[in-house]
């Protein structure tokens, strides 16, 4: 059985930082493409970023370039969302989820798991 487990979602001052950890089980972790999805309240989800565990391909969402970073532990079959800076507009649910690839458009719609989700708040 597949699962993803995020944590480290939380309530933040705005140019704050935060850093988003999902753990999965269950997939092949070094051979498998994680993305980070977001969505507000009353907004579609979008891709936030993405690494692609062959070749260590990545992308971010134009809005976060330079804020968030992503990385994986193979060892410890976990892929982490660094954010700094945090604005306001990044207040969302955030997901991990094992996709299909990781483009330079962004993480693929076709997902074969998603996680529950990790609640990111940030105050002005």
């Known amino acids: 059985e597949v699962q993803l487990v995020e944590s480290g979602g939380g309530l933040v001052q705005a140019g704050g930082s935060l850093t988003l950890s999902c753990a999965a089980s269950?997939?092949?972790?070094?051979?498998?493409?994680l993305g980070w999805f977001r969505q507000a309240p009353g907004k579609e989800r979008e891709g936030v970023s993405c690494?692609?565990?062959?070749?260590?391909?990545?992308y971010y969402l134009d809005s976060v370039k330079g804020r968030f970073t992503i990385s994986s532990d193979n060892a410890k079959n976990t892929v982490y969302l660094r954010m700094n800076n945090l604005k306001p507009e990044d207040t969302a649910a955030y997901y991990c989820?094992?996709?299909?690839?990781?483009?330079?458009?962004?993480?693929?719609?076709?997902?074969?798991?998603w996680g529950r989700g990790t609640q990111v708040t940030v105050s002005s």
């Open positions: 989820a094992v996709v299909w690839f990781c483009s330079a458009y962004g993480p693929s719609v076709e997902v074969d798991h």
């Open positions: 269950g997939i092949t972790f070094d051979k498998s493409v």
């Open positions: 690494i692609d565990g062959n070749d260590g391909d990545t």
